[in-house]
């Protein structure tokens, strides 16, 4: 998305890609095809065992281990009038909650679709870790969301 030689069209067929892989992997996930929660019990599994002498139980142990940098899942949404707002000349803030990061250098990002016009977001970070900054990634996510408008309008004026 970031290279300034592709194309629009270019551009768009892979965020369709992408899209339509991550529906793919929320499918499967969703009809318990999801590879993380197979790997989590057969990790129970091999506790309830015994297993924790063998190698494919020191497998399981290092596969769920990984910290991951980026947790993010969506809330559901609630009915809500949307209007709400802390204190006057203020952002409008999420009408849900969120939750921290997994791994001390990492991201909890939840979000919310309301509609066509509103996808709310609630990004954190542990304060104290220096390699992550909340309101840049906040940023990043807005300067993301401005790029694929953008792109798709580009595409509509060019017809397509």
């Not at 095809?33 to 309830?48: E, I, Q, T, W």
Request: a positive charge; charged letters at 20%.
């Amino acid at each position: 998305m970031d290279d300034p030689s592709a194309t629009a069209a270019r551009k768009v067929a892979a965020l369709r890609r992408a899209c339509d892989s991550h529906q793919g992997y929320a499918r499967d996930a969703a009809c318990g095809k999801g590879v993380d929660r197979h790997l989590f019990a057969l990790f129970v599994a091999s506790m309830a065992l015994g297993g924790e002498g063998d190698a494919a139980h020191a497998f399981l142990q290092a596969a769920l281990s990984i910290p991951y940098k980026l947790s993010t899942s969506q809330i559901p949404q609630r009915q809500t009038n949307f209007k709400v707002r802390s204190r006057p000349n203020v952002p409008l803030v999420s009408p849900s909650g969120g939750f921290g990061p997994v791994s001390d250098e990492g991201y909890g990002v939840a979000y919310m679709m309301a509609d066509d016009e509103r996808t709310f977001f609630h990004v954190s970070s542990k304060r104290g870790c220096g390699a992550t900054d909340t309101a840049r990634f906040q940023q990043e996510i807005k300067r993301a969301f401005r790029d694929i408008g953008a792109l798709f309008l580009a595409q509509e004026g060019a017809g397509k």
